[in-house]
């Protein structure tokens, strides 16, 4: 009786442990199928901004299909760009799910002085180190560290964000956020986000760059005409978010037209994609003339694969 009931109780051990097993299997499934969900939900909502901003996209002061928008609140800065890019998916899709593609992209902005990807023990971190428009040690630049989850990439969405809690000159709070979806004609809509949070401290430091070195420099919402007719740009705070997320922007289209030539002439190409862009939008992006872009951004790659 008694090896009965040992025997009772093992086999309900092994029962209420194949539960167990088989209860976590299936609450994995249904995270996936429910991570899944939300993919393809991103995908479609993405899909739907796309169609909601066609007309913006066709007409619009920028000479390509891209919509800008930002936004300023008493402590928050975002802006955000829609833009058909001309490269297939898959490109876009295996180029940038790779994480160490990423700082061949960033370091091609004007004020990203290095960039570094690293997985360690707080996770996985992409830290950019800010600065002027000349060549900086990076001891006199700015150091932010953004952590980010597993980039999400299938066959229809991709997704990748990076969050930084502390910044340079009482900011904080900053968020990338990267995501785009196949078009049928080949080409890829792609939405950007760059956004960033600011104190006192903050406040006090941009109030300080606009009545200085950035005076009268625009952005790109157009708020009214001017006396001859010309289209009359927004300033102020607004302008620089607009500015940097532009940067940014053309940082990764550049990226991905510098894959088109061959692996010894892409970095070349990379830059004189970002520069030749940038003057389109000379009134707001122009710094600094050709050769002395290329000089500084040569060095500061140099400089970016002896320190990785």
Not at 137 to 158: G, H, M, Q, V, W
Not at 173 to 195: S, V
Not at 234 to 253: C, H, K, P, S, W
Request: net charge neutral; proline share 3%; hydrophobic share 35%.
């Amino acid at each position: 009786m008694k090896q009965y009931i040992q025997h009772r109780q093992v086999g309900a051990w092994h029962f209420f442990a194949m539960l167990s097993m088989l209860s976590v299997f299936m609450s994995e499934k249904v995270f996936a199928a429910d991570n899944s969900v939300a993919v393809n939900a991103s995908a479609v909502a993405l899909k739907n901004k796309y169609t909601e901003l066609s007309k913006q996209l066709e007409n619009n002061q920028f000479n390509r299909a891209l919509y800008l928008h930002s936004e300023e609140t008493s402590r928050d800065l975002k802006g955000e760009i829609y833009a058909v890019v001309d490269y297939p998916f898959s490109t876009f899709n295996s180029a940038l799910s790779n994480p160490a593609h990423w700082c061949d992209a960033m370091i091609l902005n004007l004020n990203v002085k290095y960039c570094h990807m690293a997985n360690n023990q707080n996770g996985n971190i992409l830290t950019l180190n800010i600065g002027k428009k000349h060549f900086q040690p990076l001891a006199d630049t700015y150091r932010i560290e953004f952590k980010y989850p597993d980039i999400i990439s299938t066959p229809n969405y991709f997704m990748a964000e990076f969050d930084a809690k502390e910044g340079p000159l009482g900011t904080s709070d900053y968020r990338i956020l990267i995501e785009a979806t196949p078009l049928k004609d080949g080409h890829t809509f792609l939405h950007f986000t760059y956004a960033y949070s600011f104190g006192v401290a903050g406040r006090l430091a941009m109030q300080t760059y606009l009545s200085t070195i950035g005076r009268g420099k625009l952005g790109f919402t157009i708020t009214g005409k001017q006396a001859g007719g010309e289209p009359k740009y927004i300033q102020g705070i607004r302008g620089v978010v607009e500015r940097n997320t532009m940067r940014y922007y053309l940082a990764v289209d550049a990226y991905l037209a510098g894959l088109t030539a061959p692996a010894d002439d892409r970095l070349d190409k990379s830059l004189q994609t970002w520069y030749r862009n940038s003057e389109q939008y000379s009134s707001q992006l122009h710094e600094v003339e050709l050769d002395e872009y290329l000089d500084m951004k040569r060095k500061e790659y140099q400089r970016q694969q002896k320190q990785q």
